[in-house]
C-alpha cells in the first residue's frame, strides 16, 4: 500500500488478454491525475505505433547501454525474445510534471516494483476463467499461434502470483471493473495529500 512521504506509483498487472489495457485506458480517462509511463522495447515497431509515445523503441544494443547504466526501474525477457521495461526517466518526467506514475508491467516486474518503490500500488487484472483469457487472446489476433500458445503458458505462472499484489480484480464486467479499480486508485492519490 502507498505511504504517505511521495505520490504513488500505480502499477496494473495481469494476464495477456485479460483488459489490462483497456481498464487503463479507462482508467486515464477518468483519472487526470494519472499519466501513463511509456514503456521502452527491443520488438519490431507495428506500423500504427508512435516512438515514444505507445513505445520508446530501442535496438538490443541501446537496451544493453541502458540497463548498464541502470537506467531501468524494471525489466523483462519474454520466451520468444523480446525485452520490454520502465525507464527510470519515465517516472521521474511524470512526477516532475505533478502526475502520479501509472504502469503497465508483467507480473515479476510489477512484484519487483512493489518491493522496491516505496509507495507503489499493485493491481493484478484476471480473466473470469482460462478459457476466457485463451479465447480473447486468440479473438485479438495480434500474436502468432506459436506466441499465444507461449503467452497462455506464461499466463499460468502468472495466476499463481496474483495473490501477491495489493489487490486482484476480476475482469467479467467491463465497466465494475473498472470503476473498482478507479476507486483504488482514487483512494491511493488521497491518501497522498499532506
Avoid: C
Avoid at 487526470?32 to 515514444?52: D, I, K, N, Y
Wanted: zero cysteines; glycine letters at 8%; charged letters at 30%.
Amino acid at each position: 500500500m502507498a505511504s504517505s512521504s511521495a505520490k504513488p506509483v500505480i502499477v496494473v498487472t495481469g494476464t495477456s488478454g485479460a483488459g489490462k489495457g483497456t481498464i487503463e485506458r479507462i482508467l486515464l480517462e477518468r483519472v487526470p491525475e494519472l499519466e501513463l509511463a511509456v514503456s521502452a522495447t527491443t520488438r519490431e515497431r507495428r506500423p500504427s505505433e508512435v516512438h515514444g509515445r505507445h513505445y520508446w523503441f530501442l535496438s538490443d544494443e541501446e537496451f544493453d547501454r541502458r540497463l548498464a547504466e541502470k537506467g531501468f526501474l524494471e525489466y523483462v525477457t519474454f520466451p520468444w525474445g523480446q525485452r520490454s521495461g520502465t525507464l527510470r526517466s519515465e517516472i521521474d518526467r511524470i512526477r516532475a510534471a505533478g502526475r502520479v506514475p501509472l504502469l503497465d508491467l508483467e507480473t515479476d516486474g510489477a512484484a519487483y516494483v512493489e518491493k522496491t518503490v516505496p509507495g507503489a500500488v499493485t493491481i493484478f487484472v484476471n480473466a473470469p476463467s482460462f478459457e476466457e483469457l485463451e479465447r480473447r487472446l486468440r479473438e485479438r489476433a495480434t500474436e502468432s499461434a506459436g506466441e499465444i500458445e507461449e503467452r497462455l503458458a506464461l499466463a499460468r505462472e502468472q495466476l499463481e502470483q496474483a495473490g501477491e499484489f495489493d489487490y486482484v480484480i476480476v475482469n467479467d464486467n467491463l465497466e465494475r471493473a473498472a470503476g473498482e479499480v478507479e476507486a483504488i486508485v482514487r483512494s491511493e492519490i488521497s491518501a497522498q495529500v499532506p
